[in-house]
């Protein structure tokens, strides 16, 4: 059975920055990823320009987590939006800051961030494979449908960064709630986190319909 330093499960934006810091401490690392690709609920964000972070204060940048702020603060701390500036210019991508604060690529797509970040972690000796979807687990190994049939390794680290349900075809259905439940791991339900509302607008509220709002 194949033995393999760190296993990364997920090759959305969370594995590939997990699989980054294992490589830069010269960890062998293996992403496997479900889809033929990699990241492309990230690509598919691109589109919008590929909103980063927000120039803002800590406090108030913080503060928008709510009851999240806690558990978050030191993360956001550790790593926090000017982390993420000077991580993209690293790699070759300038940034802006719009008029709301919104930072984004000067770009304004994902696929030049993705491709330099794809080659840092190639220099770092992270392998990619895709079409390698998770399945459990057979005792300590990790197991997966593979295109040349279920495997099995032996992870001395494994990181789950599978998304959540929110878009199938782009890689994020849920079906890793499955193994995990069946593992006996307590998942939460899912919830919609962007939720339409009906709001009983007064008269000259309602006059507004149809207007431009900018945020």
Do not use: H
Not at 103 to 110: G, I, R
């Amino acid at each position: 059975m194949e033995r393999i330093g760190a296993l990364v499960i997920g090759a959305g934006p969370a594995g590939l920055m997990a699989a980054e810091a294992l490589g830069a401490a010269g960890i062998p690392t293996v992403i496997a990823e479900a889809k033929a690709a990699p990241a492309r609920k990230f690509l598919m964000a691109g589109k919008s320009g590929l909103n980063l972070t927000r120039a803002e204060p800590s406090g108030s940048f913080l503060a928008a987590y709510a009851e999240a702020a806690g558990p978050l603060g030191p993360m956001i701390a550790a790593f926090g939006p000017e982390d993420v500036c000077a991580w993209a210019e690293g790699l070759g991508q300038p940034v802006f800051t719009g008029s709301t604060g919104r930072v984004f690529p000067t770009a304004m797509k994902a696929s030049p961030l993705l491709r330099a970040w794809l080659r840092r972690l190639e220099g770092f000796g992270v392998t990619l494979r895709p079409r390698w979807r998770w399945t459990g687990w057979d005792g300590a190994a990790v197991t997966f449908d593979t295109p040349e049939g279920p495997r099995a390794v032996l992870a001395g680290v494994t990181i789950l960064a599978l998304g959540g349900a929110s878009w199938a075809r782009l890689g994020s259905d849920g079906a890793w709630v499955g193994p995990l439940s069946a593992a006996g791991v307590p998942v939460a339900p899912f919830a919609p986190a962007n939720v339409g509302l009906r709001v009983d607008w007064s008269a000259p509220m309602a006059r507004q319909f149809g207007q431009p709002v900018k945020g």
